[in-house]
Nanobody, 115 residues
């Protein structure tokens, strides 16, 4: 059973930065195909950043140039560096497999960006 634990969220002013972490536990689980999803208030969950084959990255247009996804294999952890945050980045952030989130969702981490 793979468990995903997200952390690093918080309240930040527009223009600020946060670094989210997703720790994955479970035998033989690879973090080479992981992504970060976001659920804004009243909206459906969307994929904002993906990492495939351990090296290829892709981003939603809304975060391109501001967010960076990375991984640390030794720690089985995926990160999301978020810079130049905007109020519309507010939401609960989750990690899961890409392109289809086939694992059980973690609790997520709340990101709130004030204007």
């Amino acid at each position: 059973q793979v468990q995903l634990v997200e952390s690093g969220g918080g309240l930040v002013q527009a223009g600020g930065s946060l670094r989210l972490s997703c720790a994955a536990s479970g035998r033989f689980f690879s973090i080479n195909t992981m992504g970060w999803y976001r659920q804004a208030p009243g909206k459906q969950r969307e994929l904002v950043a993906g990492l495939t084959s351990g090296i290829n990255t892709n981003y939603a247009d809304s975060v391109k140039g501001r967010f960076t996804i990375s991984r640390d294999n030794a720690k089985n952890t995926v990160y999301l560096q978020m810079n130049s945050l905007k109020p519309e980045d507010t939401g609960v952030y989750y990690c899961n497999v890409v392109p289809l989130p086939i694992l059980s969702w973690g609790q997520g981490t709340q990101v709130t960006v004030s204007a």
